[in-house]
C-alpha cells in the first residue's frame, strides 16, 4: 500500500515569483509519480510524470518535478508562475507492478496566483 | 485521438431519487475505465474500476453501482440517492498501467 501527502492545501503566490509544491509519498515497493491539475468545474490533466532515467522531468508550460528517492519527495516548482497556473495540483503515486487502479491521490494543493 | 465524454455537467436531485452518469471513450479499444468522486479538500476517492464488458471492481462499500454494457461506456448508478452522494465524479480511461484520461465531471448536488 501507499501513501501521498501534499504538505499545503492553499499556496497563494504573487505572479511572475517562484512557486514550490510539495508532495511526499511512503510505499513498501517502487512507484511510479505522476502531477495532474485540475483547473476549476475540469477533470484533472497530467502534467508530468516520472517512470525511471533522469529523476528531474518537466512539462510543457515550464513545471518540473524531481524525483528525490531517499527522501520519498517529488515536489513540483516553478520558476516565475501565470496567472492562467492559478488550480488545483495533485500528486499521485502508483506501483510500479500493479495497473492504475492502484494509483493514489494526494488531497491537493490549491495554487492561487495573485496580480 | 482518443476523447472522453461524460455527462451531464451538473445536476441536481432529491434525495430517494436515482441516479444515472455515463461516460463514453472514443479513439481506443478494450480501456480501463474508472469513476472517482472528489470531496472538497479530500482529493481522489476511487470507485469502481472495469477492465472489461461486465467486468466491475468496487473500491468501497456505497449506495452506487457501476455498469459497462458495451466497451467504452461506463455507467454510474444509484437506486436512492443519499446527501452523503453530493460531490464531484469524474470517469476516466487508461490502457493497461499508463496514464489516467480524465472526463470533465458531474458535479451532483443531492437535496
Known amino acids: 500500500a501507499q501513501s501521498v501527502t501534499q504538505l499545503d492545501s492553499q499556496v497563494p503566490v504573487f505572479e511572475e515569483a517562484p512557486v514550490e509544491l510539495r508532495c511526499n509519498y511512503s510505499s513498501s515497493v517502487s512507484v511510479y509519480l505522476f502531477w495532474y491539475v485540475q483547473y476549476p468545474n475540469q477533470g484533472l490533466q497530467l502534467l508530468l510524470k516520472y517512470l525511471s532515467g533522469s529523476t528531474l522531468v518537466k512539462s510543457i508550460n515550464g513545471f518540473e518535478a524531481e524525483f528525490n528517492k531517499s527522501q520519498t519527495s517529488f515536489h513540483l516548482r516553478k520558476p516565475s508562475v501565470h496567472i492562467s497556473d492559478t488550480a488545483e495540483y495533485f500528486c499521485?503515486?502508483?506501483?510500479?507492478?500493479?495497473?492504475?487502479?492502484?494509483?493514489?491521490f494526494g488531497s491537493g494543493t490549491q495554487l492561487t496566483v495573485l496580480p | 485521438s482518443q476523447t472522453i465524454h461524460q455527462w451531464p455537467a451538473t445536476l441536481v436531485q432529491p434525495v430517494g431519487s436515482p441516479l444515472s452518469l455515463e461516460c463514453t471513450v472514443e479513439?481506443?479499444?478494450?480501456?480501463?475505465l474508472y469513476w472517482y468522486r472528489q470531496a472538497a479538500g479530500r482529493g481522489l476517492q476511487l470507485l469502481f474500476y472495469?477492465?472489461?464488458?461486465?467486468?466491475i471492481s468496487s473500491e468501497v462499500p456505497q449506495n452506487l453501482s457501476a455498469s459497462r454494457p458495451q466497451d467504452r461506456q461506463f455507467i454510474l448508478s444509484s437506486k436512492k440517492l443519499l446527501l452523503s452522494d453530493s460531490g464531484f465524479y469524474l470517469c476516466?480511461?487508461?490502457?493497461?498501467?499508463?496514464?489516467?484520461?480524465f472526463g470533465n465531471g458531474t458535479r451532483l448536488t443531492v437535496t
Open positions: 472495469s477492465v472489461g464488458i461486465g467486468q
Open positions: 499521485a503515486v502508483s506501483p510500479i507492478i500493479g495497473s492504475a487502479r492502484q494509483l493514489t
Open positions: 476516466a480511461w487508461s490502457v493497461s498501467q499508463g496514464t489516467l484520461h
Open positions: 479513439g481506443t479499444s478494450n480501456p480501463n
